[in-house]
């Protein structure tokens, strides 16, 4: 692998992992890949490509969180429900407590 392809490759991972452990280990390990096969071909384009546009969708993520919302009063009411059986004729709690 020639020095161009080192620094290129170091440059991508600097800019998607950053000046990390993490990014000298996967440097390390992509070196050790190309150091062991006979022949490899780095493709480089000298082109910048823009990334999509992300526009979301309002209506699914409004569904999204309607459904959120409903599954989680249903949960707060069984929860509820369940918690009805530790529960006294007075409305305390049926656990061990000290009081005064």
């Given at each position: 692998?020639?020095?161009d392809d080192y620094e290129a490759i170091k440059g991508i991972i600097n800019h998607i992992i950053g000046d990390t452990q993490q990014g000298?280990?996967?440097l390390k390990a992509i070196k050790g890949y190309?150091?062991?096969k006979e022949s490899v071909r780095v493709v480089r384009y000298e082109r910048t490509?823009?990334?999509p546009n992300f526009t979301p969708?309002?209506?699914i993520i409004n569904k999204?969180?309607?459904e959120a919302n409903e599954a989680m009063e249903k949960?707060?009411?069984?929860l509820a429900k369940e918690n009805e059986k530790f529960r006294n004729k007075y409305g305390k709690a049926k656990t061990c407590s000290v009081n005064s």
């Open positions: 692998m020639s020095r000298h280990v996967l190309f150091s062991q490509i823009k990334a969708n309002n209506n999204i969180d309607k949960y707060t009411k069984k």
